[in-house]
């Protein structure tokens, strides 16, 4: 049986084939494994921190580098309660918890349809709701005057440093601040390999706009944060976007609009799109007596900005990219599994494969893998057979394989093979860089 939400040629245990990869080629392994794992928590690999790092670059340079009316921020993850009393998540960040009356598991009342997902009881006990912050004591007392946060999501640095950037950067509305790292949520069931994990990644943006321009921004980044994923190769057919209902809004937002992907279970959130009103600057500065506001000096109009949030998770990212890449096809009658990553993403742009292990092609391979290494990540494999070591490449998403023969001594060129049209091409090692860097601009 196919997964019920898998497109119609992905493989029937698509999830099951992901995962399987992703340990056995170092993608992601089950954190503190030789202990035997901790709670859903995972460790990035070799390969996956190349890969996750790749997502995050491409989200900062879409989003940061690329324009001149956004901002970077790296505020810290320990936090005092103030700020989340303020935010509200110290009494509104809660999941509603049930617990089966029959197996006695707890689940997330929200997310499981009226059947315990372990033994299909229907009998639960009352939802209570459960606070997803991770607390912690700052400092040597554990007393309530220690008490710090781990933060939730990225977003509250950016609005309590809102004056912070407004004095040293002279932005004026419309203009944003983003921010990449690490958010806990303390998870009643995390689920779905790194979907849904207690410690992940996120990417946010919060953009400060007049209000009456408010819904136009936030069509403007439906639009766009919709557009980043298709142009990274995530087909059409895999995404949509999906309009929460007015019962479904948080209590902050007047619009919110998710980015779904088609998940092996169904589509699912990948990113929300929220237009937040003034509601959080306002309550910072009504708990901080600070003011959170712009003055705009030539017409001495003052105004608290709308912010409108896409808040996209980088780890969940990852996923949806790895699952929409993973195909498996037939080379000459083999059968390959490839990924079809988009070179900005994969973990190596670049495999170098001496031909032969001899010795007397390790130093032009070792000249032509310095030479790409400056402006690519690559790999260097001299084990196995050729034919075996372009499979391994393929599989872990590998766009170009560059040849070293006996003949590239003396006529001082390489075979690049393609991953997914697997043609090879002879090109001189004095064009390689370019050739290289006019195939990744073209993807
Ligand atoms: P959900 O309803 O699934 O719990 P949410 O709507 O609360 O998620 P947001 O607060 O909007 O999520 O967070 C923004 C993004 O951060 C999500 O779209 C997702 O990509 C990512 N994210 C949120 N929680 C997690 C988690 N526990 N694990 C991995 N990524 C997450």
């Not at 700020?83 to 929200?110: I, K, M, Y």
């Not at 619009?255 to 088609?262: H, I, N, P, R, S």
């Not at 900005?305 to 969940?316: F, K, L, N």
Request: glycine content about 6%; overall charge negative.
């Amino acid at each position: 049986m196919p997964d019920p939400g898998a497109p119609p040629d992905a493989p029937a245990d698509l999830m099951e084939k992901v995962v399987g990869l992703c340990k056995r080629r170092g993608f992601i392994f089950p954190s503190a494994e030789i202990y035997g794992g901790f709670r859903s928590t995972y460790d990035y690999g070799p390969l996956g921190v190349n890969l996750l790092r790749n997502v995050k670059n491409a989200w900062w340079e879409a989003m940061v580098q690329r324009r001149d009316d956004v901002v970077g921020l790296d505020a810290a993850i320990l936090s005092p309660p103030a700020v989340w009393e303020a935010s509200g998540h110290l009494s509104n960040f809660t999941d509603p918890l049930v617990d089966c009356r029959s197996c006695h598991q707890r689940w997330r009342a929200d997310k499981i349809d009226g059947v315990c997902p372990a033994c299909g009881s229907t009998e639960f006990t009352q939802a209570r709701a459960f606070n997803l912050m991770f607390k912690t004591h700052a400092g040597p007392v554990e007393d309530e005057g220690a008490v710090a946060y781990l933060r939730p999501e990225t977003a509250q640095g950016m609005f309590t440093n809102f004056a912070n950037v407004l004095q040293t950067t002279r932005k004026k509305p419309p203009f944003g601040i983003a921010q990449v790292g690490k958010s806990f949520r303390n998870e009643i069931t995390p689920q779905n390999f790194v979907f849904r994990t207690r410690e992940f990644e996120q990417m946010e943006l919060e953009y400060f706009v007049p209000p009456a321009e408010a819904q136009h921004w936030f069509e403007y980044w439906l639009d766009e944060r919709y557009r980043w994923y298709t142009g990274l190769g995530i087909p059409p057919s895999e995404l949509r976007l999906r309009h929460h209902d007015a019962d479904e809004l948080a209590h902050y937002a007047v619009a919110t609009a998710d980015v779904e992907f088609l998940f092996p279970w169904g589509w699912d959130e990948l990113e929300g799109v929220a237009n937040r009103t003034d509601a959080d600057l306002m309550a910072h500065a009504r708990a901080s007596g600070e003011r959170l506001e712009y003055f705009d000096q030539p017409t001495g109009e003052r105004y608290v900005p709308y912010v409108i949030e896409p808040a996209a998770g980088a780890t969940r990212a990852m996923m949806a990219f790895l699952l929409s890449a993973y195909h498996e096809d037939e080379i000459g009658g083999e059968p390959r599994t490839v990924l079809r990553l988009h070179p900005r993403l994969a973990p190596y742009q670049i495999a170098v494969l001496p031909l032969s292990k001899k010795e007397t092609l390790e130093p032009l391979a070792r000249e032509v893998l310095a030479s790409l290494q400056v402006h690519f990540m690559c790999d260097y494999d001299v084990t196995q057979s050729i034919g075996k070591r372009y499979r391994r490449q393929d599989e872990v998403g590998t766009p170009w394989c560059v040849t070293v023969d006996f003949d590239s001594i003396a006529d001082r060129a390489v075979t690049v093979r393609d991953r997914d049209s697997t043609d090879q091409v002879r090109v001189p090692i004095d064009g390689l860089v370019e050739e290289l860097r006019r195939r990744t601009d073209r993807a």
